[in-house]
């Protein structure tokens, strides 16, 4: 039994059930805060809280997410604005810092709106699968548009009460 088994297994699986997600390469990339300098986190910080922004690349964050996001990024600021630099902490110290980092950088990979999220659809009237791939954020504008779109067509084939359509 070849040791590529188990892997094969494992897509066929995720296949059948007709969807398969695929993190796009950006979002595996170096975490988005690695704080070593206070400088450097701050600057780190500045782009993290541009990008949580309306049309930013973390749009998609919950309030309570952003507030954890807050919380950490002044915690990790708080640190090293005691000591400087990340390797002069203390072991206690670097552990918080650690921490802070880590949830930050958890919260902003699950919620980048740059990652790529492929499924298997089956076409309408097709036994065919076909692979579909769009980035979270083009996913969420599609879902948008189209309830719009079909909230404008439910509104415009109202009838009035007279039976008249309402235009």
Known sequence: MSSR???LLALAIATSLGVVSL???RAEAAPVIRATTLDDF???ASRVRADMAANGRYAGLSET???TI???LARIDALLQKRGTSSALRDGEQVDLLNAQEEVNALLT???GERLVCTLERRTGSKMMQKNCMTVADRNELRRKTNDAAQQMHQG???NW???GSQ
């Open 5 to 7: 088994f188990p892997a």
């Open 42 to 44: 701050r600057s780190q």
């Open 65 to 67: 997410d952003r507030h």
């Open 23 to 25: 993190a796009h390469a």
């Open 110 to 112: 699950r919620n980048d």
């Open 162 to 164: 007279d039976g008249s």
């Open 157 to 159: 084939s109202q009838l």
């Open 70 to 72: 807050e919380a950490d």
